[in-house]
């Protein structure tokens, strides 16, 4: 067992952990924060997307050791004080899901897009979403969902 410290959602948390243990498995089973979700266990979908130092990453292709003193932010922490954050107020407004299954993942991501380039484009857009999969929407409304996110994250900032 190896012991690391991190920050999950504003809250210093410690754990001994297996070094094999990945970021995912410490997030949903080690610590119940079951929105980061997990389908391909390969990179390949991005639901398992958290923010980490402000960047996102896909936590089921990560060591919860290579997370050792880093800050992350999962989708239960982004509302504050029962308010959702503008991405995810912007993907209720314009409908940018079905299942919901992608939601938390696309969220993640598309903040990190915003942070990165604050005014994408579509292309830009449908180009970031290239490490996002969903299976329901056909991604009209998730592009949607973030350009009008990207704006209101431009106007609070
Ligand atoms: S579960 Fe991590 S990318 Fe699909
Ligand atoms: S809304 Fe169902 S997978 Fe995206």
Redesign the pocket.
Known sequence: MIKITLTINGREVSAAIEPNTLL?GLLREGLALTGT?????????????VLLDGRSV????MLAAEADGADIVTIEGLATDGVLHPMQAAFHQEHGLQCGFCTP?MVISAIDLANTIPDPTEAEIRAWLK?N?CRCTGYQNIVKAINTGAAAMRSAS
């Not at 266990?41 to 639901?47: H, L, R």
Request: charged fraction near 10%; charge should be neutral; proline fraction near 0%.
């Open positions: 995912a979700h997990v389908a391909c266990d390969t990179s390949q979908c991005g639901a398992c997307s896909k936590s089921c292709t993942g490490g999969i």
